[in-house]
């Protein structure tokens, strides 16, 4: 480099160190002459002494703790706004559904009626002076919070050592029913006291307490005191007299506890504490209230009006669903549906499972029952989620995922037809290990070489486990198991059904909606369908909006047609000859499995005929054993009284693999002209469980075993089969099932179902 250059460099930099010192030497100057100016213009307001610590301390510290609480309560309100994110907020929790069955007759309703043809001043004084010395007397005052009230509760609750007040306003209350639910959490609490004030900043008073009047739960199935005035009293809410106007007032509190159509007594104890409430409030007088007091309200007796709340749940929640897809431009929220149920097969159903548990509930141990009948078409006639919907309103045939044991097998078979086996193809029934899992069969004993039809019909529980080996080929069982649970999907089962060795004898669990329409595949010819209980969505005016057979998903081919009849044909002789004979039926083709899990926890029976296909489960909901229930017992029998109801007055129509139903022999006490004169049924009961001693179960396995010996020796010397298969298939139900060793090797139920090992607890 030229050396000008250095020295050209060597100055610039000079330069700029100059320039930079003489900046900042210029900016600390003037920022000293500004904080000695702004001092000397400070000291002017300066306060000393008394004055400061009284005055300006506090002042300087509340500004401090205000900054921060403003920052902390934004915090707290952003996840309460999202709630109102949805411009449509007011109308999207209004939904109201009236439901009628599949004749048009009204079964039930679900859901928020907004009804603006009553406007607020058609109310009752009465009624508007009830609620508001009972829920908020000063919610014409306050700003969305009542303070006064809320801290008067927090005291009184302080006092009395728990709940005794509740602190929350009436916009308060409106605000958890729109946005929020009923969990009793501090964050719940949070967000309902912001959005009582975002409540108050766009509705008025009189639009806050008109859709709290209209959107309250009021027990019973109602919502508003217009809804609650027709249920309870038969009447509208402009109506209403004084006595009437305090039992409404009283249900705000706790509906369910206070409901009059279930505890009268209560309902008019609680209607004379409002009655108090409005004498202290000071809207009315002694002498005003005391003509309520002498004649309280009377209600409408409602004990005998059953509604099938399983499936309008089920209905109401496929309908919100449903409404979901609707193109956004479309206001409607109240709306009339058609649903697929029959009310005279829903109530053979509930009759059924209840005569049946309470027969027989306490000697099987067994204390829940679900089921579900269903069309071919996938629309569901009739649901049963538990045994008693006022005690336990979770839906055992929708939610409760169980494990189903052998009735999960027609799947495998189906898969082994698929995949080259015929009904008539020959396995060895033998011992057979996967890794350390060993699954055996009932009394650990084997019937050597047997077609696929006997060993469905018997429920062997070692052949679906080599078809999963031997479909698997060289690939392994894994390989096997999934075929096995790609064809469970085209059948339409959600379930999560993960890999293990087990699951070909049925030891992934399902859902009893999923299973009894699964199966009515086979009685449509390989084709599946999706199940629904929705047929029909009108508008309150009577517009067609939805209709399932124009707008619902199309059946799919899930199988061939010739699979499906094979597989009908097979699953028939469970029926006729196999484990699940008092499911048959007089004259109606009928085919199903029957299944029951380790330890006896689970029992099933699922079958079909030519016009429905039906699951029933009886258990328990803490997963505790029954006293050995098969799926061949109380569940076949429940299956056998609902589908005697469903066929009444049904046209039977022929199930493809099996032909037309045969009639069933006579009982020995019927006449010639008893029999001619109307068909009869399988008089077959299944009675309390009988109890085996285990010298006398030995017994039987090793009269079994013998059996089996000589009907192997019989075919080898005649190449006849003399041996009664039914002798063979009619083995002890109510033996005592072997529990999983140690080592895992399986003992089958006594209709073959052995699930995986017993969970650990």
């Known amino acids: ?28 100057k003037g920022l000293r002459e500004l904080y000695e100016r702004y001092s000397t213009f400070m000291d002017r307001f300066y306060v000393g002494r008394w004055k400061r610590w009284v005055f300006i301390e506090p002042l300087s510290e509340a500004a401090t703790l205000g900054l921060g609480g403003m920052i902390l309560m934004l915090t707290l309100a952003i996840p309460a706004f999202r709630e109102t994110a949805d411009e449509d907020w007011l109308k999207k929790s209004d939904l109201a559904v009236t439901f009628l069955d599949r004749y048009g007759n009204p079964i039930g309703s679900r859901g928020i009626k907004h009804n603006d043809s009553i406007p607020l001043e058609d109310f009752p004084d009465n009624l508007i002076k009830a609620t508001l010395a009972t829920e908020d007397r000063r919610f014409y005052d306050h700003f969305g919070i009542d303070v006064p009230g809320l801290a008067r509760a927090l005291v009184t609750n302080a006092q009395a050592g728990g709940v005794r007040q509740g602190g929350s306003s ?79 007032a009283g249900l705000f509190k706790a509906p369910t506890k206070y409901a009059p159509h279930i505890n009268l007594p209560a309902a008019r104890a609680r209607a004379n504490v409002v009655l108090d409430n409005l004498v202290d409030a000071g809207f009315m007088t002694e002498g005003q209230v005391f003509g309520a007091r002498r004649n309280p309200a009377v209600a409408v007796d409602r004990r005998d009006e059953n509604s099938p709340n399983y499936y309008l749940d089920y209905a109401f929640d496929e309908m919100r669903k449903l409404v979901d897809t609707f193109p956004k431009s479309y206001t409607e929220r109240v709306f009339v549906v058609r649903t697929a149920i029959d009310m005279n097969v829903q109530k053979a159903a509930e009759e059924a499972i209840e005569n049946q548990l309470r027969q027989f509930g306490r000697d099987y141990h067994a204390t829940q029952a679900a089921t ?28 409760a995922y169980r494990q189903p044991g052998s009735s999960f097998k027609p799947y495998v078979y189906t898969t082994a037809l698929l995949n080259g086996f015929t009904p008539n193809s020959k396995i060895v029934d033998g011992p057979v290990c996967i890794g350390n899992w060993c699954p055996q069969n009932y009394g650990h004993s084997y019937s050597g070489q047997v077609t696929l039809t006997q060993a469905i ?36 089962l959600k379930a999560p059904l993960p890999d293990t060795p087990s699951l070909p004898i049925g ?44 707008d619902g998903p199309k059946p799919r081919q899930a199988i061939p047609p010739n699979i499906a009849a094979d597989m009908a044909g097979m699953m028939s002789h469970v029926v006729s ?67 005697v109801a469903a066929h009444q007055g049904v046209e039977v129509k022929e199930l493809v693999g099996v032909g037309m139903g045969q009639k069933l022999p006579p009982q020995p006490a019927q006449t010639n002209a008893q029999a001619n004169a109307a068909p009869r049924v399988l008089e077959t009961k299944p009675g309390p469980p009988p109890v085996l001693t285990k010298r006398g179960a030995d017994i039987l396995v090793r009269v079994e075993k013998m059996l089996d010996d000589a ?10 089969t003399t041996l009664n298969e039914s002798s063979k298939t009619g083995k002890a139900e109510s033996s005592s099932a072997l529990a999983f060793p140690e080592n895992y090797v399986a003992a089958a139920g006594p209709d073959g179902a052995t699930p995986a090992p017993p969970r650990k607890n």
């Open 577 to 643: 000859e196999g484990t699940a004979r008092r499911a048959a039926l007089d004259g109606i083709p009928t085919a199903g499995k029957t299944g029951t899990t380790n330890a006896y926890r689970d029992a099933w029976f699922v079958g079909y005929t030519g016009n429905f296909t039906c699951a029933v489960w009886y258990g328990n909901d803490d997963y505790s054993p029954t006293n050995r229930m098969t799926g061949g017992s109380l569940p076949a029998q429940t299956w056998h009284d609902i589908m």
């Open 507 to 550: 030891s992934d669990e399902v859902t009893v909606l999923e299973h009894a329409v699964a199966y009515a595949t086979f009685p449509n010819r390989g084709k599946a369908v999706t199940p629904h209980s929705v047929l029909e969505v009108r508008t309150g005016a009577g517009d067609l909006v939805w209709r399932w057979d124009r």
């Open 457 to 492: 019909t018997r429920s062997i529980n070692v052949v679906p486990v080599k078809l999963s080996i031997m479909m698997g080929g060289k690939e392994g069982p894994k390989a096997g198991r999934a075929k096995i649970v790609e064809v469970a999907r085209r059948f339409g």
């Open 170 to 248: 009436i916009t308060q209350q409106l605000a958890k029913n729109l946005f929020l639910n009923n969990e009793r959490t501090i964050e719940r609490k949070v967000k309902e006291a912001f959005l009582a004030i975002w409540l108050e900043t766009r509705l008025t008073k009189n639009e806050i307490l008109k859709l709290y009047l209209d959107r309250a739960y009021m027990g019973g199935g109602t919502f508003g005191v217009d809804g609650a005035a027709h249920f309870y009293f038969n009447k509208s809410v402009r109506d209403v007299n004084l006595a009437e106007a305090a039992m409404l």
């Open 372 to 399: 579900v009948v269903s069309d071919l078409d996938g629309g569901i006639r009739a649901m049963v989620g538990g045994r008693d919907y006022g005690a336990s309103q979770f839906n055992r045939a929708t939610d």
């Open 1 to 28: 480099m030229p050396s000008d250059w250095k020295q050209r460099v060597r100055n610039f930099f000079l330069d700029l160190d100059a320039r930079i010192d003489s900046t900042l030497f210029s900016s600390g």
């Open 711 to 720: 009907a192997r020796t019989a075919e080898k010397t005649t190449g006849k």
